[in-house]
């Protein structure tokens, strides 16, 4: 998956991120989203 994609996909869920996040982090703030909404 691209960066843009991801930055993407933060903004539909309304969750804030960096310009200068890496993909990895991109992928963090996604992982942390998907344990809470358990």
Do not use: A, T
């Amino acid at each position: 998956m691209k960066v843009s994609e991801l930055k993407n996909i933060l903004e539909q869920k309304n969750i804030p991120y960096k310009s200068s996040d890496k993909k990895e982090d991109l992928i963090e703030l996604l992982k942390k989203e998907g344990q809470s909404n358990d």
